[in-house]
Antibody, heavy 117, light 109 residues
Framework: EVQLVESGGGLVQPGGSLRLSCAASGITFSSYAMSWVRQAPGKGLEWVSTISGSGGTTYYSDSVKGRFTISRDNSRNTLYLQMNTLRAEDTAVYYCAKDQGGVKSTWGQGTLVTVSS | DIQMTQSPSTLSASVGDRVTITCRASQSISSWLAWYQQKPGKAPKLLIYKTSSLESGVPSRFSGSGSGTEFTLTISSLQPDDFATYYC???????????FGGGTKVEIK
């Protein structure tokens, strides 16, 4: 069974940084692209970023480009999201998801990031 | 970016009803459309991909159709477990961004 477990969320001040992790099990991790999707409180889903299985190709939404960096460690079956220069509008539950050609086939339970002073 | 517009935003229905949700893309996305179900406090769950392909384990009362810019999700006979929020998502191109519709909340009438 595929399991994705996010961690690293919490309260951070505007302008601060945070790194999220997503530990994967039950899959051949390096065979799959992985994505981050977020959901602001009471709002809809927003795609954030995707990384290829090898880690060689990355994509970002315009709203996070230049501030967030997606990466992965295939030896540790772990996906990361480094978030810098955080803003109040980045407050959301962040989900990692197994990505199959753009389709998010399996999701983690999410981790809450709150940006507030 | 490709914009995805879902309608209605809220839908009130009874158990046994046939329910249809529409998703419209701002430009053609061929058949690159997925549907997800989300219950309060839970992660989304994939229901349908490539417009009409049912994800493994998803009940056959769920179906999808459409192409180009107009798509629908149909629940043939609404069950108590189906009261949730549904999102469409286009995946035409990573380079131009992946986008979700605003969601449709299916409520008990």
């Amino acid at each position: 069974e595929v399991q994705l477990v996010e961690s690293g969320g919490g309260l951070v001040q505007p302008g601060g940084s945070l790194r999220l992790s997503c530990a994967a099990s039950g899959i051949t991790f390096s065979s799959y692209a992985m994505s981050w999707v977020r959901q602001a409180p009471g709002k809809g889903l927003e795609w954030v970023s995707t990384i290829s299985g090898s880690g060689g190709t990355t994509y970002y939404s315009d709203s996070v480009k230049g501030r967030f960096t997606i990466s992965r460690d295939n030896s540790r079956n772990t996906l990361y999201l480094q978030m810098n220069t955080l803003r109040a509008e980045d407050t959301a539950v962040y989900y990692c998801a197994k990505d199959q050609g753009g389709v998010k086939s399996t999701w983690g339970q999410g981790t809450l990031v709150t940006v507030s002073s | 970016d490709i914009q995805m517009t879902q309608s209605p935003s809220t839908l009130s229905a009874s158990v046994g009803d046939r329910v249809t949700i529409t998703c419209r893309a701002s430009q053609s996305i061929s058949s690159w459309l997925a549907w997800y179900q989300q219950k309060p406090g839970k992660a989304p769950k994939l229901l349908i991909y490539k417009t009409s392909s049912l994800e493994s384990g998803v009940p056959s009362r769920f179906s999808g159709s459409g192409s180009g810019t107009e798509f629908t999700l149909t629940i043939s006979s609404l069950q108590p477990d189906d009261f949730a929020t549904y999102y469409c998502q286009q995946y035409d191109s990573y380079s131009s961004g992946l986008t979700f519709g605003g969601g449709t909340k299916v409520e008990i009438k």
